[in-house]
Nanobody, 125 residues
Framework: QVQVVESGGGLVQAGGSLRLSCAAS???????MGWFRQAPGKEREFVAA????????DYADSVKGRFTISRDNAKNTVYLQMNSLKPEDTAVYYC???????????????????WGQGTQVTVSS
């Protein structure tokens, strides 16, 4: 059983930065990890994903060039560095873990087995 806990959310002005962390209990070294977000009144959407080794990453077009996903397997932790934040980035951000048989990244929520409770990110204009 894997549990993931997000942290690092908060209130930031447009153009600012935040770094989210996702700490996993239990080893997730063979798990792909992903970040998703859900804004009020909207469906959950994919943000970024990383494969188990950290060698492959994927990003939603809306965050490409601004967000960076990384992982430290020794610490069982995944990070999401968010720069040049915009008001439309405001959402609850969720971390997810899932086993990828191919070792590839996973970009759809249904591929993940374990989810955190989420952390609120609010970007003011």
């Amino acid at each position: 059983q894997v549990q993931v806990v997000e942290s690092g959310g908060g209130l930031v002005q447009a153009g600012g930065s935040l770094r989210l962390s996702c700490a996993a209990s239990g080893t997730v070294i063979k798990y792909a990890m992903g970040w998703f977000r859900q804004a009020p009144g909207k469906e959950r959407e994919f943000v970024a994903a990383i494969n188990w080794s950290g060698g492959n990453t994927d990003y939603a077009d809306s965050v490409k060039g601004r967000f960076t996903i990384s992982r430290d397997n020794a610490k069982n932790t995944v990070y999401l560095q968010m720069n040049s934040l915009k008001p439309e980035d405001t959402a609850v951000y969720y971390c997810a873990a899932g086993f990828s048989r191919t070792g590839a990244t996973m970009t759809t929520g249904g591929q993940y087995d374990y989810w955190g409770q989420g952390t609120q990110v609010t970007v003011s204009s």
